[in-house]
């Protein structure tokens, strides 16, 4: 599967995670993901260095292509809280998109709030041991 193509059209609140896997959609995904109004997706991402323009490149086209879907973006950091890149933060700046940066457990919590509150919300969730 590629990272770009999303295995759970549609927005979804993620029911579980631990293990390294999160749980969404009636499946589940071992690995990091990426939420966001068209879908949920897998990316390639083992802890936070790992997020960068081109790993989100699913992310940048959706607010490209559907202007205001995404209005803040909740970055789940894997077991601890880590701050993402300068360049990452400039570019979702630029984009227009707010951003919070915190432990995933924390963040799959306030994506789901947001998400049920049908608020313009996506999530990139590192997996966690």
Do not use: C
């Not at 939420?35 to 991402?45: F, H, L, Q, S």
């Not at 559907?66 to 890149?85: K, N, W």
């Not at 049908?118 to 997996?127: E, P, S």
């Amino acid at each position: 599967m590629t990272a770009s193509a999303p295995f759970a059209p549609g927005s979804h609140l993620i029911q579980a995670h631990g293990g390294g896997a999160f749980a969404f959609a009636g499946m589940s995904h071992h690995g990091s993901i990426l939420a966001t109004p068209r879908g949920v997706r897998p990316i390639e991402a083992m802890s936070v260095v790992d997020l960068h323009e081109h790993s989100l490149a699913p992310l940048f086209a959706e607010i490209v292509e559907a202007p205001g879907s995404i209005e803040f973006l909740v970055v789940g950091t894997g077991a601890q809280m880590a701050l993402i890149s300068k360049s990452l933060r400039a570019a979702l700046r630029e984009a227009g998109v707010r951003y919070e940066a915190m432990a995933t457990g924390p963040a799959l919590r306030i994506y789901n709030v947001m998400r049920s509150e049908d608020r313009r919300v996506a999530a990139v969730l590192i997996a966690a041991p």
